[in-house]
């Protein structure tokens, strides 16, 4: 738990949907691209899994090293919207993770986003940095 809206966890089967709603999520957000890996289940069948469990679901695939600002704007429009508390997965859930610390940056300070995330299992010190910067855009170079 990253706070009291989101969860982030590694990629999640479409057989996981019904437990995940039982655990009182309400949504969920993928953030995984279809064909990482040959064994990741399509985002399709993951969506229908979760529509059946009674979820939402919403799709914000990113790439490690390419996180755009529109796809941190995109993902805390999601969090802010979707009824919670939310679930966030990936590939390992870092991708979700470092989405939830640079889309809250304005809002928290950074080293309790960052402490938070350690608190999950994940080090996001390497964003530290473009946090800082989102949080004062004003003063970014």
């Known amino acids: 738990m990253l706070d009291e809206r989101l969860s982030v966890l590694p990629q999640i089967q479409p057989e996981d949907l019904p437990t995940l709603a039982a655990m009182g999520f309400r949504s969920i957000i993928s953030n995984r691209p ?36 529109a796809d941190i704007a995109r993902f805390g429009t999601l969090l802010d919207t979707l009824p919670g508390p939310v679930l966030g997965f990936c590939k390992t859930g870092t991708r979700a993770a470092t989405l939830w610390a640079l889309s809250q940056a304005r809002q928290q300070p950074v080293a309790q986003l960052l402490q938070a995330a350690a608190q999950a299992g994940y080090d996001l010190s390497g964003q530290a940095e473009r946090m800082a910067k989102l949080a004062a855009p004003d003063k970014a170079g």
Do not use: Y
């Not at 040959?38 to 799709?59: K, N, V, Y």
């Open 34 to 69: 279809d064909g990482e890996a040959p064994d990741q289940p399509a985002t399709a069948e993951i969506a229908s899994a979760a529509r059946a469990a009674g979820l939402q679901f919403e799709h914000v695939p990113v790439v490690g090293g390419a996180i755009s600002d």
